[in-house]
């Protein structure tokens, strides 16, 4: 699920951006953000998918 939010995000920069609601910066600020929040959801489900029971170590 928040792979997907994040995805829907990423959507509606493209979007709010394309009618000019926000400028370039705020633009690729967010893209920027999405980029790294999805690397830490993909970090969070593979640790939890191969963590097992023991956790970090």
């Known amino acids: 699920m ?3 939010s994040n995805g ?3 959507s ?3 979007s709010a951006f394309d009618v000019q609601f926000i400028n ?7 893209l920027r953000r999405t ?10 489900i593979l ?3 191969f963590g ?4 970090y170590k």
């Open 12 to 14: 509606q920069a493209y």
């Open 35 to 44: 980029d790294i929040l999805k690397i830490k959801i993909i970090n969070l």
């Open 2 to 4: 928040a792979k997907g």
């Open 47 to 49: 640790t939890l998918k």
């Open 24 to 30: 370039q910066e705020s633009f690729e600020d967010m």
């Open 8 to 10: 829907e995000v990423r």
């Open 52 to 55: 097992g029971p023991k956790g």
